[in-house]
T-cell receptor, first 112, second 114 residues
């Protein structure tokens, strides 16, 4: 019961922006969009999350469409170290936390 | 920067043996999790723990598994009688509960069951 759809792989030139799309057409009003990444076999790393508004932090920007049915994670200046699997996750919060459910994600390869 | 630490980094065990994987979550965090990732497959949720009890668990988390927070700092995952299919990376995570949206994951413990 995948809540999100992501392309299996993408590539990007070093120094260019990487734009990773995610479809979540069945998202509910109380569900947030979270992005994580996993570099090689390391533990997943949180990147950013949002509900309705676009968000930006030191790692990335998150653009959520007005109807909330899709979003794009933007890495403004990709580096080789950004090569990883990127996961788009939709989840509601329960209490003070939530349970991320990881799909297959998008394997991003940043090349020189 | 605070981090979640896991030990051992790699454990090899014989089928049928008991295994305990240890995690030290970030101090003052309130929510704790175990996930696993079989080689080449997705990261799968096992269990979440809050206020000294299991808050949610997946179908994978059967009677062979148990979790404990014995001393207020460690968070352990025990597998009573390991099977070959338990071979995987096991990730611990913690969350402050302060609504930051960020789960902090450890580097994982690789379990190999022979």
């Amino acid at each position: 019961d995948a809540k999100t759809t992501q392309p299996p792989s993408m590539d990007c030139a070093e120094g260019r922006a990487a734009n990773l799309p995610c479809n979540h057409s069945t998202i509910s009003g109380n569900e947030y969009v979270y992005w994580y990444r996993q570099i090689h076999s390391q533990g997943p790393q949180y990147i950013i999350h949002g509900l309705k508004n676009n968000e930006t932090n030191e790692m990335a920007s998150l653009i959520i469409t007005e109807d909330r049915k899709s979003s794009t994670l933007i890495l403004p200046h990709a580096t080789l170290r950004d090569t990883a699997v990127y996961y788009c996750i939709v989840s509601a919060k329960s209490g003070g936390s939530y349970i991320p459910t990881f799909g297959r994600g998008t394997s991003l390869i940043v090349h020189p | 920067e605070p981090e979640v630490t896991q030990t051992p980094s790699h454990q090899v065990t014989q089928m049928g043996q008991e295994v305990i994987l240890r995690c030290v979550p970030i101090s003052n965090h309130l929510y704790f999790y175990w996930y696993r990732q079989i080689l080449g497959q997705k990261v799968e949720f096992l269990v979440s723990f809050y206020n000294n009890e299991i808050s949610e668990k997946s179908e994978i988390f059967d009677d062979q598994f148990s979790v404990e927070r014995p001393d207020g700092s460690n968070f352990t995952l025990k597998i009573r009688s390991t099977k070959l299919e338990d071979s995987a990376m096991y990730f611990c995570a913690s969350d402050s509960g302060l609504d930051t949206g960020e789960l902090f994951f450890g580097e994982g413990s690789r379990l190999t069951v022979l």
